[in-house]
């Protein structure tokens, strides 16, 4: 049996109605995964369907701590996730994906396996910059300085070359 088959929600008998699952995931669940970004983590998943006849709408509540490493000092540290998002399965023709919330199904679809979902999820939450919670408070806080293109042209304005200037004297 795969590791991932647990994540199996046969959605075919379904009533149209609204359906509840809980999942829940550890170490094993990131084993499953070709080059995971994350191989450390616990947590829990409650996935709500509600099937209609033309489509249905899945949101999935993930609340989990994984293990990352900070980029600075090499420190490994929890990290919580509490997140949920929304996809919505439509029947179609072929099965393919639309976007990142839109995933066309066949009428023929037995079940949908929620883990590659769960695993998306989880790695669009983890930060970019990884740092251990004890740099929070640190004084090298990465900041956007905007200027507008007003800003550069009133500045423009105000220093004239001075070759204009002697240009100015020929009158």
Sequence with gaps: MNLLDRYH???F????????????????FF?????????????TVKAKLDKNESFIKMT???DANIELEC?????????????SNTIIFKYGDEEKELDDEIVVITR?????????YIYEFIGTEIPMK???????????????IYRSESDTEEKADNEVDPRWNALKNLK
Aim: charged share 35%; no cysteine.
């Design 9 to 11: 929600i046969d959605i």
């Design 13 to 28: 008998k379904l009533s149209n109605a609204i359906h509840e699952y809980d999942f829940k995931f550890d170490d094993e």
């Design 31 to 43: 084993a499953g995964f070709e080059n995971s970004i994350v191989s450390v983590g616990t947590g």
């Design 71 to 83: 980029d600075r000092s090499l420190d490994k540290f929890n990290y919580p996730i509490n997140m």
């Design 60 to 62: 999935i509540d993930i």
């Design 130 to 144: 990884k740092l251990h919670p004890r740099f929070d408070d640190s004084d090298d806080k990465d900041e956007l």
């Design 108 to 116: 023929n679809t037995q079940r949908l396996n929620i883990a590659q």
